[in-house]
């Protein structure tokens, strides 16, 4: 039962993902609503990543996650999201243009990062700490290519980057691993390290096209950049 659940939510992701162009995803925490200092910061960064023709991908929920797919909505651009299914806190947010609920965290995790070429942290819980970590393991193991992860919010990641220096001292992470990470408050700093570590690496133009026969077809929004991911995304 558990492989056919599987199986059948990564052919629906699969499909609902597979044309939606070049994806930045956005992480952070679910609890953080409208009213928390957190969410004004999130929607900004939704609007500018969305405005480097990027879609923003987000696990779909409420908090921060909503406030970047809105961000990406006040640009006009795509905003999709990989639910997942659980019993509080995540139902699809209004701002998606395009979904995948997801039975189990492994799959989401795979759709998150099947179709990233970066990574933007926000302030977040377990959940969040789960992505980051995840994502670092993987370029770190060269799984995925090296994609930019950014930390946005010194002071709240202040901890988590002592943890990681202390792992260097002791033997437990190597030192050139801090390297995958830029931890910083200033937005304009952040799209200029992604312009540079995504844009000109990887391009902007995606060739393939949708299956007929799978019922697949191209996700469109007027004021979005047209141009996709390029063909040679270097995922192993």
């Known amino acids: ?24 995803a956005i992480f952070g925490s679910a609890r953080f609503g409208e009213s928390h200092p957190y969410y004004p910061l ?28 809105r961000g990406a909505h006040d640009h006009g651009g795509l905003s999709v999201g990989c639910n997942i299914q659980l019993p509080f806190e995540q139902a699809p947010n209004k701002y ?3 979904w995948v609920t997801c039975h189990y965290f492994f799959v989401r995790k795979v759709l998150l990062f099947k179709y990233s070429y970066a990574f933007v942290v926000l302030p977040g819980g377990l959940g969040t700490l789960d992505e980051l970590n995840e994502a670092l393991t ?9 994609f930019p992860v950014v930390l946005i919010g010194t002071k709240y990641w202040e901890p988590f980057i002592a943890l990681l220096r202390e792992m260097v001292r002791e033997g437990a992470v190597g030192e050139g691993d801090l390297d995958l990470l830029k931890v910083t408050d200033n937005l304009d700093e952040a799209v200029a390290h992604l312009e540079a570590f995504t844009v000109s690496p990887f391009g902007l133009k995606r060739v393939s096209k949708p299956a007929w026969w799978l019922g697949e077809r191209k996700l469109q929004r007027g004021g979005t950049a047209s141009s996709g991911a390029s063909a040679s995304r270097n995922t192993r």
């Open 42 to 69: 999130a929607r900004e960064v939704g609007r500018r990543v969305s405005a480097m023709g990027f879609t923003i991908m987000t696990g779909g929920g409420p908090g921060l996650m909503e406030a970047a797919n």
């Open 138 to 146: 993987l370029i770190q193991t060269k799984k995925i290519a090296n």
């Open 1 to 24: 039962m558990l492989l056919v659940r599987a199986v059948t939510d990564f052919i629906r992701g699969f499909r609902r993902l597979q044309f939606v162009g070049p994806c930045i």
């Open 96 to 98: 998606l243009d395009r």
